[in-house]
């Protein structure tokens, strides 16, 4: 009996996908990527933005055509989708089997078995099931892996449904993390990514408090021991911590300081600040002012020499005036941000911004999306020329074609920034899948970076 499952969304979604993949696998089912073999089939939805909606709904659809010319028994649906729309998807969906809200994942077995007491569990998200140490997450990559710090968030930005979705804030115990953190980096994983809804709040609802700096520390201690992969300089080098999903008014100085203090910790800061008009910040309930940014982010940059700062922004929020517009295009032109993503306001009834007055045009919203994109394309490029020349680890991670590879190094976070293109040559005694190399870096694109193994 074979299971297949189809994860869509951000890595929090991965890593729930993982977990229920664990779980089936210690109650014997086989794990298969091929969904014309499988007996169930499982889709991970998400539901944050419409085309997070749309895509979820035609990979259900699609999925479903196995029931009449596959193997395929029994379809669920599991994760935001349900948990965001309830009874109207289900209705809508009549091809689904079994619907577990965000909240049943634990239930996941019983699921894929039919023996739930209903084929639509949608609890409260303040319950969603934590993974701790009973079960075994079945990874994506043999070498990096997502581990999650936190569920849910207790922020209360207008244009966001992840406080319905996921609950308020919940930070897992630190010995449970070291100790998961510590099962991966014995399996040969090379870079632990840290991902929460707010990673930088960590700990603030635990009793006593923890923080953010403290669990680094922690993660620090148990991966500087064992055999790893040569670096950069002929020295044994660390498996790699990275963190992703920080907020601004969460990332003290404490942060900043361990970070610049650990080498391993990857100078890396994925702070989305949404925009940086103030009277826009204002309506999206973000409580910080363009100056608190630019504040932070010279801060980060004075005190740690090689920060990388990644963020994403909104355009086309309700109320967003041409004047705010340039205002935010200003100020992405003046801090020359490492990576930046954009998005284009998504909304829908069940946001507090959907009743907010002057809603921008979609053509308008496209409009700017493509003007920031455009400049952030200029900066990239121009960041990246300093790299040229330079030699850099990077973290191997696919064969391409013969003599040539790709990865990423500590810079370069998986599927939202660029990649290293690695050449090879006769002379070089090869390189492996998911260890470290020293390149060379010889050219330089606007998101992507070439070299040659050294």
């Given at each position: 009996m074979k299971v297949n499952l189809v994860s869509l969304g951000c890595a929090r979604n991965l890593v729930d996908s993982e977990v229920m993949l664990g779980r089936l696998k210690d109650a014997g089912w086989s794990i298969t990527d091929d969904p014309a073999g499988a007996s169930i089939i499982i889709i991970n939805t998400c539901s944050f933005i419409e085309s997070a909606v749309n895509e979820s709904i035609d990979t259900i659809l699609e999925l479903a055509k196995y029931k009449q010319n596959g193997t395929c028994r029994r379809l669920i649906v599991t994760g935001c989708l349900p948990q965001r729309f309830g009874e109207e998807i289900v209705h809508s969906l009549p091809e689904v089997d079994a619907f577990l809200g965000t909240g049943a994942f634990n239930m996941i077995v019983e699921a894929v078995q039919g023996s739930l007491t209903s084929d639509c569990l949608l609890p409260d998200p303040d319950l969603l099931y934590f993974h701790e140490q009973d079960t075994q997450r079945v990874k994506s990559a043999s070498h990096m892996a997502y581990l999650k710090i936190a569920e849910g968030c207790s922020k209360h930005c207008t244009y966001c449904i992840i406080p319905k979705l996921r609950g308020t804030q919940r930070s897992r115990l630190p010995i449970d993390i070291v100790a998961e953190a510590r099962d991966m980096i014995s399996s040969g994983v090379k870079e632990l990514i840290l991902v929460a809804q707010d990673t930088t709040s960590y700990g603030k609802d635990l009793r006593p408090t923890i923080d953010l700096s403290q669990l680094l520390t922690d993660l620090f201690n148990i991966t500087t021991s064992g055999d790893f992969c040569q670096g950069v300089a002929g020295r044994k080098d660390n498996v790699w911590i990275r963190v992703l999903y920080g907020h601004p008014e969460s990332i003290d100085n404490s942060v900043i300081n361990t970070v610049a203090e650990h080498r391993n910790i990857c100078s890396y800061f994925d702070i989305p600040i949404q925009h940086a008009s103030n009277q826009v910040l204002k309506r999206m309930g973000r409580s910080y002012s363009r100056s608190d940014l630019r504040t932070l982010i010279h801060k980060i940059r004075s005190r740690v020499a090689?920060?990388?700062?990644?963020?994403?922004?909104?355009?086309?929020?309700?109320?967003?005036?041409?004047?705010?517009?340039?205002?935010?295009?200003?100020?992405?032109?003046?801090?020359?941000?490492?990576?930046?993503?954009?998005?284009?306001?998504?909304?829908?009834?069940?946001?507090?911004?959907?009743?907010?007055s002057g809603h921008v045009p979609q053509d308008v919203a496209k409009m700017r999306h493509d003007r920031i994109m455009s400049a952030q394309a200029e900066i990239s490029s121009e960041n990246n020329?300093?790299?040229?020349?330079?030699?850099?680890?990077?973290?191997?991670?696919?064969?391409?074609?013969?003599?040539?590879?790709?990865?990423?190094?500590?810079?370069?976070?998986?599927?939202?920034?660029?990649?290293?293109?690695?050449?090879?040559?006769?002379?070089?005694?090869?390189?492996?899948?998911?260890?470290?190399?020293?390149?060379?870096?010889?050219?330089?694109?606007?998101?992507?970076?070439?070299?040659?193994?050294?």
């Open positions: 090689d920060a990388v700062i990644r963020t994403t922004i909104i355009v086309g929020f309700p109320g967003e005036t041409d004047k705010d517009f340039e205002a935010l295009l200003s100020f992405v032109k003046d801090l020359r941000f490492d990576h930046l993503g954009v998005f284009i306001y998504s909304d829908f009834k069940d946001i507090p911004s959907h009743n907010l020329r300093k790299y040229a020349g330079k030699l850099v680890k990077v973290l191997v991670e696919e064969a391409l074609e013969e003599n040539l590879f790709s990865g990423r190094t500590a810079f370069q976070a998986p599927d939202v920034d660029g990649i290293t293109y690695i050449k090879t040559n006769k002379l070089h005694p090869g390189i492996k899948i998911g260890c470290f190399t020293d390149v060379r870096i010889t050219d330089t694109l606007e998101y992507d970076l070439v070299g040659e193994a050294v």
